[in-house]
């Protein structure tokens, strides 16, 4: 095997069960348990409502919707919704991403293929190009661009008209957006994690479509540790059916879930082996800090990123680690997950981070 190869399979094994993104083979299965309209969407009440008001009033207009702008961490259903805006719509969903948008010209031949009323979704729309960006500028606001024919003195820039369409962009970043993109949304959704309950009902949702037969504990049970991710659930009710499928009779009981959940390592908040690896380090070796993040990671032996983008934001989250100018340290919370004694610097530390909080 390639070398590359070989990170990439060892970096799935580590935190593919757990990761909100979506990996791989992941996608064609995930199509299928998609929410196609506004009312199969669970949780999110408020985005619902108003995305649900912004759409039935350019239907009675028959115009285009304002353009929307999706964020939030990944799993929560940005790309869920954007495809139900099309849908709701009845027009066809044009699909790329900012990355892929590493030229102006990339945009502009996406932009010139458009029909009136479509809806046009650009995914990590934070990661896009700036001269892309500033076309796309254009085209929001005035359904035009300019295409630049030609280089240097003898460049001339042909305008190029576009019917209207609504652009839905997702990130996961919004505050990396510049200010002049983020005021062309008309509506702005933030998404928010759920809450257990409402993740208890996608996993009873998705059971259904997956066939699986599941049981009022089994289901809590995956809802619970699904970190409030959407995504997540889906994932462990699929590891928790492969369990009970060929070690029980195929139905997902309490302890099924229990059982399946242990062999994969994610406790019962939800933390898997990176984030408690994390933790341990922090207290165990590091008398709960405060430690640098990248000497966080050498300790646990990932890279700065994935315990910075993956581990920490869900372990802030939980209260279990807390940023400081020094570096991270372990709150009390933190020490009690791990079953030891909480010391008096953690205690203090968190009637500090409670001060600062309020
Ligand atoms: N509100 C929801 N109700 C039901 N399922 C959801 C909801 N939000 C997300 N999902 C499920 O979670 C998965 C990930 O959602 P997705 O829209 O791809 O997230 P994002 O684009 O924000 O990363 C999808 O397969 C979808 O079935
Ligand atoms: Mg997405």
């Known amino acids: 095997m390639h070398e590359d190869e070989l990170d990439v399979v060892e970096e799935q094994h580590l935190r593919s069960l757990t990761a909100a993104e979506a990996e791989g083979d992941e996608r064609a299965i995930e199509a299928a348990l998609r929410p196609k309209s506004l009312d199969e969407v669970v949780g999110q009440h408020r985005v619902r409502e108003q995305l649900g008001l912004v759409l039935e009033a350019a239907r009675r207009r028959e115009r285009a919707p304002d353009h929307v702008l999706l964020s939030g961490p990944p799993g929560l259903g940005k ?3 954007a495809m139900i805006i099309a849908h709701e719509m009845s027009t066809p969903l044009r699909l790329t991403s900012g990355p892929a948008i590493t030229h102006a010209g990339d945009l502009a031949a996406i932009l010139s293929g458009m029909n009136d009323g479509d809806v046009l979704f650009v995914d990590e729309i934070h990661r896009m190009s700036r001269p892309a960006e500033e076309m796309l500028y254009m085209a929001m606001e005035d359904f035009r661009v300019d295409v630049v024919i030609g280089k240097g003195p003898g460049a001339t820039a042909i305008p190029l008209e576009i019917p209207p369409f609504t652009l839905v962009g997702a990130t996961t970043r919004a505050g990396l957006l510049p200010g002049p993109l983020r005021d062309r949304f008309g509506f702005t959704a933030h998404l928010e994690y759920y809450e257990a309950s409402e993740l208890d009902l ?8 997956l066939g699986v037969e599941l049981t009022e504990e089994g289901s809590a049970e995956i809802a619970s540790r699904s970190r409030g991710t959407p995504r997540i659930a889906n994932r462990l009710l699929r590891r928790v059916r492969d369990y009970a499928q060929v070690r029980a009779d195929g139905v997902v009981t309490l302890d099924i ?20 690896a994390v933790l341990d380090v922090l207290c165990r070796r590091f008398g709960g800090g405060p430690v640098g993040i990248s000497t966080l990671a050498v300790a646990v032996g990932e890279e700065r990123e994935t315990v910075e983008e993956v581990a920490e934001p869900f372990l802030v989250r939980n209260g279990f680690l807390a940023r400081t100018p020094r570096g991270r340290v372990a709150t009390a919370g933190a020490w009690r997950h791990l079953g030891l004694a909480v010391p008096t610097s953690a205690a203090m530390l968190d009637a500090e981070v409670a001060l600062f909080e309020d």
């Open 79 to 81: 790309t869920t919704l």
């Open 257 to 276: 879930a229990h059982a399946a959940l242990a062999l994969y390592e994610v406790d019962e908040l939800g933390l898997d082996r990176l984030d408690r």
């Open 202 to 209: 996608i996993v009873h949702r998705s059971a259904g479509l």
